[in-house]
């Protein structure tokens, strides 16, 4: 075995610290989560706590809560990552074109994605308020309709609108990753695409799109783990209602462990959705991304 130098001992020693941070507090609750997954940890008796195995992983794959909270989760996936990709393509390819008031629409772009998840939930829960909502103001306004109307309380739409109040939060951080993408394309070869006749689609399909897949995938990864794992706005505007239609795997997550006080299948919840939040990531890395 070669002997460390000075300065690989000296570089050992600068980066010590830094892993035993890491160590303390990144490895050691992951591993600590896990080992709670394997008993049956009920914080109202907290001195027992049995190894269960995986009896926690058992009930949880054979609760019909979690293939409901499953389902809503992959809509609310699906849903909040496809919409959020196809705005921040259009608002990227906008904001690519020199037209005055660039920098001012480049600036408030940022302005959403900086707000808060807090406020951000706040602030939708108000719009689509029955009483005195933004939303149903707006559309008796129009004469869409004629009485206020629900919205978080109606079960076919609540994802939906829960799916719009995100989009709007973090569409624009997608858009300027793509942007900065896009920068990076040469001129030249939209340059020689015009003198071959490609027009404005033919350039955007055959020379912005294949060197957009980068920031794509990056955008694609992004935000599958932020939407599959999101939280903060089920809790401020639905809590998993009305009945079950917002009952996502985070909420589920929530109720488990801090309702239930049911640690050990909390655990084992929280370990499942990040197995598939990685086997997802994966899956685009290694598939999508020859193909984008």
Same mark, same amino acid.
């Given at each position: 075995m070669p002997r460390l130098g000075y300065d690989e001992r000296a570089a050992a020693l600068l980066v010590f610290p830094?892993? $035993?941070?890491?160590?303390?507090?990144? $490895?050691?609750?992951?591993?600590?989560s896990f080992w709670v997954s394997l008993h049956d940890v009920?914080?109202?008796?907290?001195?027992?706590?049995?190894?269960?195995?995986? +009896?926690n992983y058992l009930r949880v794959f054979a609760d019909e809560r979690f293939w409901i909270a499953v389902a809503r989760t992959t809509v609310y996936t699906v849903v909040t990552v496809a919409a959020t990709t196809v705005l921040a393509v259009l608002v990227a390819l906008l904001l690519n074109e020199a037209f005055p008031g660039q920098r001012l629409l480049n600036a408030l772009l940022l302005l959403p994605w900086a707000t808060p998840s807090v406020v951000n939930g706040l602030m939708w829960k108000w719009i689509y308020d029955p009483s005195y909502g933004l939303l149903n103001g707006l559309l008796v306004q129009l004469g869409v309709l004629e009485r206020y109307r629900a919205w978080l309380g109606d079960p076919d739409l609540t994802l939906l609108l829960i799916a719009n109040a $995100?989009?709007?939060k973090q569409m624009p951080l997608a858009a300027l990753l793509l942007i900065v993408t896009m920068k990076a394309i040469p001129e +030249?070869?939209?340059r020689a695409a015009k003198v071959d006749g490609a027009g404005a689609f033919r350039r955007f399909l055959h020379v912005t799109l294949p060197a957009l897949r980068p920031g794509l995938m990056l955008v694609l990864v992004y935000e599958t783990m932020i939407s599959i794992r999101h939280f903060d706005l089920f809790l401020i505007m639905t809590q998993g209602g009305p009945g079950d239609a917002s009952f996502t795997l985070s909420w589920f997550i929530y109720v488990e462990t801090f309702r239930s006080l049911r640690f050990g299948t909390g655990a084992a919840l929280s370990y499942i959705l990040a197995m598939a939040t990685f086997l997802l990531s994966y899956l685009f890395i290694r598939f999508l991304g020859r193909r984008l």
């Open positions: 830094v892993v $035993a941070v890491l160590l303390v507090v990144a $490895a050691f609750p992951i591993l600590y009920v914080l109202t008796r907290p001195l027992r706590r049995p190894f269960v195995g995986l +009896d $995100a989009v709007w +030249d070869l939209y």
